[in-house]
C-alpha cells in the first residue's frame, strides 16, 4: 500500500513568489491536512479538507490557501513568499477512524 | 495556554533502559484523540501509538506503551529497552476536531 507522497521534496523559491506543493493521500483517504514546521514556531495547523471541502483552518495569513481535488488529492498555495515562509510542509491523511493520520515526507521550501 | 505541553526538551537515555516522555493536554471536548509520533532527522513524521479519550486501557504498540491519566490529562509516552534507533525527536500530539495540535517535542538521545 502506497503511503502519503508529497512533491516535490525541495524547493527554493525567491521572495515575492508563489509555490504550490503537492500531497497525494493513501488510496481510500479521504482526509488531507497541512502542517508547516520552522525550527520557531514548532509544527502549526495549517488547514484539513475531507471530500474537496475545507473543514478547518489555522492561525495562518490568507496568503496561505488550499484545495482538494475529487480523487483526494491536494495542493497547497502560498502567495507573495515571505523569508519567514522557509519551514517543512508536511502534508498528512486519515481514513477519519481511530488510528489518526499517516504522515508524507514533507516539501522542504527555502526562500531566498 | 499551549493545548499540549511537553516539558523535555531533550533527554539522554543509555541504550537498553526504558524512556518515559512527558506530555500534558488542555482541552474541554470529552471527545479527543492523543497521539506520539516520532520524527528522525530525515524529516518524516512516524505515527507510534494512539489512545482515545473513551478509551478504558492504555494503548500498547510493541515497545511503546501510553501511559492515559485522564483526570490528570496527562499521556506519557514510554518505550521499554531503548534502542540506539530510537534517537529522534518525539511529538505528543491532540486531535480534538480537524487536524492536529502537537507539542513542541523531545529531542531524545539513546547513547551506547
Known amino acids: 500500500k502506497a503511503g502519503v507522497t508529497q512533491t516535490p521534496r525541495y524547493l527554493i523559491k525567491t521572495r515575492g513568489q508563489q509555490v504550490t506543493l503537492s500531497c497525494s493521500p493513501i488510496s481510500g483517504h479521504r482526509s488531507v491536512s497541512w502542517y508547516q514546521q520552522t525550527p520557531g514556531q514548532g509544527l502549526q495547523f495549517l488547514f484539513e479538507y475531507f471530500s474537496e471541502t475545507q473543514r478547518n483552518k489555522g492561525n495562518f495569513p490568507g496568503r496561505f490557501s488550499g484545495r482538494q481535488f475529487s480523487n483526494s488529492r491536494s495542493e497547497m498555495n502560498v502567495s507573495t513568499l515571505e523569508l519567514g515562509d522557509s519551514a517543512l510542509y508536511l502534508c498528512?491523511?486519515?481514513?477519519?477512524?481511530?488510528?489518526?493520520?499517516?504522515f508524507g515526507s514533507g516539501t522542504r521550501l527555502t526562500v531566498v | 495556554a499551549q493545548k499540549i505541553t511537553q516539558t523535555q526538551p531533550g533527554m539522554f537515555v543509555q541504550e537498553k533502559e526504558a524512556v518515559t516522555l512527558d506530555c500534558t493536554y488542555d482541552?474541554?471536548?470529552?471527545?479527543?484523540?492523543l497521539f506520539w509520533y516520532k520524527q528522525p532527522s530525515s524529516g518524516e513524521m512516524i505515527f507510534l501509538i494512539y489512545q482515545g479519550s473513551y478509551d478504558q486501557q492504555n494503548a500498547t504498540e510493541g515497545r511503546y506503551s501510553l501511559n492515559f491519566q485522564k483526570a490528570r490529562k496527562s499521556a506519557n509516552l514510554v518505550i521499554s529497552a531503548s534502542q540506539l534507533g530510537d534517537s529522534a525527536m518525539y511529538f505528543c500530539a491532540m486531535r480534538e476536531g480537524d487536524g492536529l495540535t502537537f507539542g513542541k517535542g523531545t529531542h531524545l538521545i539513546i547513547q551506547p
Open positions: 482541552t474541554s471536548d470529552p471527545s479527543y484523540g
Open positions: 498528512a491523511s486519515s481514513s477519519d477512524i481511530r488510528g489518526g493520520y499517516t
